[in-house]
């Protein structure tokens, strides 16, 4: 964040003393887009990290299982808004998490089930929840 500060505040005083404003903002908005750029490759997850749940759609209140994988990295944990009451399981292997889930969102719908692997990033996939089972 420092770098991202310290380009922002050269750029926009070279700006200031040439007069272009405009050569400030182009500045910081690639300052600004390399450091988004460097941050995605470096949280982008690994090959073989992945989330499963299983059965993929359900009716609401339903029991989900939910796997987590995150390859060469651990678990830190598993989350969606259609598991309002959390994700109960435990670690049963490096990088290998296994738990359950009961589907209460607040409406039916399809939402994303996030693991976060700590080292290298999320992982997601899908699960439709329907209406009331």
């Known amino acids: 964040m420092r770098k991202l500060m310290t380009g922002a505040l050269a750029a926009v005083a070279l700006a200031g003393l040439s007069g272009g404003v405009v050569a400030a903002n182009a500045a910081t908005n690639a300052a600004d887009e390399q450091a988004l750029n460097g941050r995605a490759a ?8 992945r989330v499963v749940v ?11 299982n939910v796997e987590a994988f995150c390859e060469n990295d651990e678990v830190e944990g598993v989350f969606s808004e ?6 109960g399981g435990r670690q049963v292997g490096p990088g290998h998490f296994q738990g ?13 089930v996030e693991a976060d692997c700590k080292n290298t990033g999320m992982v997601s996939t899908k699960l439709r929840v329907l209406g009331d089972g």
């Open 100 to 112: 359950t889930a009961v589907a209460d969102p607040a409406q039916p719908g399809t939402f994303d």
């Open 82 to 87: 259609a598991f309002p009451g959390g994700v």
């Open 54 to 64: 299983s059965p993929d759609t359900v009716p609401r209140f339903a029991t989900v």
């Open 42 to 49: 470096a949280e982008a997850p690994v090959p073989g990290s």
